[in-house]
């Protein structure tokens, strides 16, 4: 997840769950370089959304693990890594109703890439866009 780590600005179009909006990313290695920690700020857009993700290359499972939590509530647990030229994340589901959610990190460069928060209402076979975020890394 080196790709990751920066500090970023964030903007998105609307959605129907979310207005147009814009916010920050700041990712940050920690525990002497082990864990991948997110500071998210998503600003008015989001009713002021805060929220936090640690991450860990978990090397049993050969897989990156990550853990969300946000002023809002919300809490995921993640499981995933790359696949092809981006990196995804599925939720990990505690309940058959548990709905099928993943995170898609895509077009990858040095400055940017695009953020995807899917749903898949076929258990996993096709998904569509719920959040897209758009990230710039912020120059200093």
Request: glycine fraction near 10%; include cysteine.
């Amino acid at each position: 997840m080196d790709f990751w780590v920066g500090v970023w600005d964030a903007r998105w179009d609307a959605s129907p769950s979310t207005p147009a909006g814009n916010g920050t990313n700041t990712i940050t290695r920690t525990l002497d370089g082990c864990v991948i920690q997110e500071d998210f700020d998503g600003g008015p857009a989001t009713g002021n959304l805060i929220g936090r993700s640690m991450s860990m290359y978990h090397a049993p499972l050969q897989r990156w693990r990550q853990t969300w939590v946000d002023n809002q509530g919300g809490y995921f647990a993640l499981t995933g890594g790359p696949v092809g030229q981006g990196f995804v994340l599925e939720n990990t589901r505690l309940s058959e109703s548990a709905p099928y959610l993943r995170m898609v990190y895509e077009d990858i460069t040095a400055n940017a890439f695009t953020w995807r928060w899917q749903r898949s209402a076929d258990q996993g076979a096709t998904w569509t866009d719920s959040w897209v975020i758009h990230y710039t890394r912020r120059q200093e």
